[in-house]
């Protein structure tokens, strides 16, 4: 069972940086693929971002490419979003997910695959 936080969010300006944090409390997040989605009021829920247990696989929205980069730290339980040139587009509720990884560089986009959800935080970018 895997409990995830996240953190990090805030209000910033156009352009700016932010990264945004996914603490889990099991004790085989190694082993879990994580995955970043967002939402965006009165849309649904988007993939943003996912990376694979080992850190070898990583897969972007096109709407984020070469701007976000995730990253984990296995020996802290963490996985992270680093979120460049942020725009007011990327305003939305951010949250983590994690999924039992089939091998080392297996990582997911949709939803549905991921078995634990954080409970979100909150990005908001002015423009």
């Known amino acids: 069972q895997e409990q995830l936080v996240e953190s990090g969010g805030g209000l910033v300006q156009a352009g700016d940086s932010l990264r945004i944090s996914c603490a889990a409390s099991?004790?085989?997040?190694?082993?879990?693929?994580m995955g970043w989605f967002r939402q965006a009021p009165g849309k649904e829920r988007e993939f943003v971002a996912t990376i694979s247990w080992s850190g070898s696989g990583t897969y972007y929205a096109n709407s984020v490419k070469g701007r976000f980069t995730i990253s984990r730290d296995n020996a802290k339980n963490t996985v992270y979003l680093q979120m460049n040139s942020l725009k007011p587009e990327d305003t939305a509720v951010y949250y983590c997910?994690?999924?039992?990884?089939?091998?080392?560089?297996?990582?997911?986009?949709?939803?549905?695959?991921?078995?634990?959800w954080g409970q979100g935080t909150q990005v908001t970018v002015s423009s």
């Open positions: 099991g004790r085989t997040f190694s082993r879990y693929a």
């Open positions: 997910a994690a999924k039992e990884g089939r091998s080392s560089g297996s990582y997911y986009l949709a939803s549905w695959n991921y078995d634990y």
